[in-house]
């Protein structure tokens, strides 16, 4: 099967399904996807960064981090309940990485992993899409939800096609020491492609956009969101992976999948509540 049969087919069947969540009246849907992906990519990232410690230090990362981020979520109203789950959290993996040494040349490394995983994905999820989702205003958090969406995987999207069909035209790379088939073209490609979601968005479902808005989210989250993808890739080069995992034929592992997303959505949403109607 080809890469790109095999990531058609993939969005065949799972889209709709994010579709129905994102708009079933119950946000416990949206809440489960957003919490199923964030505790994938927590057990990708403990693997990956991870690789060669005991099976146990790795789950312990991996259900520390999660453990993290459904407190998060489900607690983000009580007041100073998310600083000290970030709190203990931090202290757990000192606490845990303290009686179990393994390589001490190591350790260090591993905790920061450990950290940096908290931080790049229980944090990231939850100050961007736990957050957009209740930006309040004309299209509601569920709009915005798929502009950051549509965004990251149209960009992909026309990253792809411009690299297949210009690239062997125009081979300049864009970043080889990490992405070696990154090109020029598909960067652009990409840029193109955000944009046009967002020309959809605005014809479409999000008539309260402006022209100015179209381009003042897509642009900027764009050059993040590949600017999020060449940040995984550096750390998968670094620790000698090719993808995250093999969760999503064509794609990887889920956080293949999010990682430009875990960049974009931060742009979206303090657009969304700080500069959107003012253009």
């Given at each position: 099967m080809s890469?790109l ?12 399904f ?6 079933w009246?119950n946000?416990i ?5 957003i919490?199923?992906?964030a505790v994938?990519?927590m057990?990708?990232w403990?693997?990956?960064?991870q ?6 230090d790795?789950?312990?990362v ?5 453990a993290?981020f ?5 607690t983000?109203?009580?007041s100073?309940a ?13 606490l ?10 190591r350790?260090a ?7 940096g995983?908290y931080?790049y994905?229980?944090?990231l999820v ?5 957050k957009l989702?209740?930006v309040d205003g004309?299209?509601?958090g569920?709009a915005?939800i ?6 990251a995987?149209?960009?992909d999207t026309?990253a792809?096609f ?10 300049r790379?864009?970043y080889?020491?990490?992405s070696p088939k990154?090109?020029v073209?598909g ?11 967002l ?8 008539p309260?956009?402006s022209?100015?808005?179209t ?6 989250a764009n050059l993040?969101?590949q600017?999020?993808?060449l940040?995984?890739?550096?750390i998968k080069?670094?620790v000698?992976v090719?993808?995250s995992?093999t969760l ?6 889920m ?11 931060p ?7 700080w ?5």
């Amino acid at each position: 099967m080809s890469n790109l049969l095999a990531r058609f087919l993939t969005a065949v069947a799972t889209v709709p399904f994010l579709v129905l969540a994102i708009n079933w009246k119950n946000p416990i849907a949206a809440e489960g996807v957003i919490l199923l992906a964030a505790v994938l990519s927590m057990r990708e990232w403990a693997n990956m960064t991870q690789k060669g410690s005991p099976l146990a230090d790795r789950a312990f990362v991996a259900v520390l981090g999660s453990a993290l981020f459904a407190t998060l979520q489900f607690t983000k109203d009580i007041s100073g309940a998310p600083a000290l789950a970030t709190a203990v959290a931090t202290m757990g993996v000192f606490l845990w990485f303290l009686f179990r040494i393994g390589e001490m040349e190591r350790v260090a490394t591993r905790i920061a992993f450990a950290l940096g995983g908290y931080a790049y994905i229980s944090l990231l999820v939850f100050l961007s899409w736990l957050k957009l989702r209740d930006v309040d205003g004309p299209g509601d958090g569920w709009a915005w939800i798929y502009v950051a969406l549509s965004i990251a995987w149209i960009s992909d999207t026309g990253a792809y096609f411009a690299g297949r069909f210009l690239g062997p035209r125009i081979p300049r790379k864009l970043y080889e020491t990490v992405s070696p088939k990154k090109t020029v073209v598909g960067f652009f490609g990409g840029i193109a492609g955000s944009y046009a979601a967002l020309v959809v968005a605005k014809l479409w479902y999000f008539p309260a956009l402006s022209w100015a808005d179209t381009a003042l989210v897509a642009i900027p989250a764009n050059l993040l969101g590949q600017m999020g993808d060449l940040a995984e890739s550096l750390i998968k080069r670094s620790v000698g992976v090719k993808d995250s995992g093999t969760l999503l034929p064509g794609h990887g592992g889920m956080l293949d999948r999010i990682d430009a997303l875990l960049f974009v959505a931060p742009w979206v949403w303090a657009y969304a509540t700080w500069a959107f109607g003012r253009f």
